[in-house]
C-alpha cells in the first residue's frame, strides 16, 4: 500500500521560480527519503531526512519535516528545465527493515 | 565507484513463462530491495535481503521468489508470468536499514 501521498499530483513552473512538493504519512517513521525520476528510469536520490531532524538542505534543495503533522515538503528554488521529472517522496519506518514506501509523485514540468 | 547495476536494462515475455532479474549492490552495501513500478504509480516494495537473509516481504504472489548470494548480488525470479506483472522493476541497495538507498536504472518487463 502506498504510505505517502505527494501534493500536487503535477505542478507546471517557469524557469527560475520555485517549487514546492508535499508529501504526508500515515505511520511513525525513522526517516524519509526524497527521489527524482525522469522518464520512468532509475530513481536518484536527493536527500535523506531523519525523524529528528525537521530541516535539510542540499545545493537548491530544501526539504521540511514535520513529524506532528506526517508531513514534508520539498522546496527546489531556482528551478530550471533539467528539474523536469517526476518527484517522490518515500518513507522508512522503525521497523527495522529498510523497506520504502512511496507515494505516487509529483510531476514536476519547468518550462524555459 | 559503480553505481548499482541492472540486466537487463529490457525483457519482452510471454505469459507463463518464467523471469529472471539480476542487480549487483554499490560495493559495500549489504542490503538489497526489490520494487515494481506501474506506470503512473510509485514503486511498491516487494522483498528486502540484509546479508543474505530474507528481511522482508510485500503484498505479492508466490510467483515472485528472491535471493542474495554471498558476494551480496541478487536476483529476482517471477513464474507464470501474467500480463499484469508488466512493469519497470528496480533494485535498490543501502549501507544499513535506515540509511539512503540507491536505485538501479531497472529492468522494464513487458509480458505479450
Known amino acids: 500500500s502506498q504510505q505517502g501521498e505527494e501534493d500536487p499530483q503535477a505542478l507546471s513552473i517557469q524557469e527560475g521560480e520555485n517549487a514546492t512538493m508535499n508529501c504526508s504519512y500515515k505511520?511513525?517513521?525513522?526517516?524519509l527519503q526524497w527521489y527524482r525520476q525522469n522518464s520512468g528510469r532509475g530513481l536518484v536520490h536527493l536527500i535523506l531526512?531523519?525523524?529528528?531532524?525537521r530541516e535539510k538542505h542540499s545545493g537548491r534543495l530544501r526539504v521540511t519535516l514535520d513529524t506532528s503533522k506526517k508531513s514534508s515538503s520539498l522546496l527546489i528554488t531556482a528551478s530550471r528545465a533539467a528539474d523536469t521529472a517526476s518527484y517522490f517522496c518515500?518513507?522508512?519506518?522503525?521497523?527495522?527493515?529498510?523497506?520504502?514506501?512511496f507515494g505516487k509523485g509529483t510531476m514536476l514540468l519547468v518550462s524555459p | 565507484d559503480a553505481g548499482v547495476t541492472q540486466s537487463p536494462t529490457h525483457l519482452i515475455k510471454t505469459r507463463g513463462q518464467h523471469v529472471t532479474l539480476r542487480c549487483s549492490p554499490i560495493?559495500?552495501?549489504?542490503?538489497v530491495s526489490w520494487y515494481q513500478q506501474v506506470l503512473g504509480q510509485g514503486p511498491q516494495f516487494i522483498f528486502q535481503?540484509?546479508?543474505?537473509?530474507?528481511?522482508g516481504r510485500g503484498n505479492f504472489p508466490d510467483r515472485f521468489s528472491a535471493r542474495q548470494f554471498p558476494n551480496y548480488s541478487s536476483e529476482l525470479n517471477v513464474n507464470a508470468l501474467l500480463l499484469g506483472d508488466s512493469a519497470l522493476y528496480l533494485c535498490?541497495?543501502?549501507?544499513?536499514?535506515?540509511?539512503?538507498?540507491?536505485f538501479g536504472q531497472g529492468t522494464r518487463l513487458t509480458v505479450v
Open positions: 535481503y540484509y546479508e543474505k537473509e530474507e528481511r
Open positions: 560495493s559495500g552495501h549489504k542490503s
Open positions: 518515500a518513507t522508512v519506518p522503525n521497523s527495522g527493515y529498510s523497506t520504502l514506501t
Open positions: 505511520t511513525s517513521i525513522n526517516n
Open positions: 531526512i531523519r525523524s529528528n531532524e
Open positions: 535498490a541497495s543501502s549501507l544499513d536499514w535506515n540509511t539512503e538507498a540507491f
